[in-house]
């Protein structure tokens, strides 16, 4: 996973054609490090797309504007628009964010 270096970093990526995933972390977050310890099986099931990660600490107005209230949090672009969001009460095992980006995927590659 790629990490996001700068604003014009992360307007340039969501603008894609394509689905791209950004996760919202934070250095101090557990979640984030539980999260870690499996997202890399998950990831390789949808290898087809792009995935990045950024610091909402170190770009807290991106998080605001995309209302990312807790972390992690997954998010999924297309076109310049948010077309899913995987809160961090919902992103808990693998199963759940294996289950959302199924769904996600099924609907913009259909």
């Not at 950004?22 to 797309?49: H, N, T, Y």
């Not at 995309?66 to 077309?83: A, D, H, R, T, Y």
């Amino acid at each position: 996973m790629k990490t996001i270096e700068t604003q014009e970093q992360y307007k340039n990526l969501i603008q894609s054609e394509e689905p791209v995933v950004i996760k919202f972390v934070a250095d101090w977050c557990p979640d984030c490090k539980r999260m870690d310890f499996f997202i890399g099986s998950v990831l390789e099931q949808f290898d087809e797309f792009p995935f990045y990660e950024i610091d909402r600490d170190q770009f807290p107005e991106i998080a605001e504007e995309q209302q990312v209230m807790g972390i992690p949090s997954l998010l999924i672009f297309k076109n310049g628009e948010k077309i899913g969001h995987l809160h961090s009460a919902n992103a808990k095992t693998p199963d759940e964010v294996t289950d959302f980006f199924k769904d996600y995927f099924e609907k913009v590659t259909s």
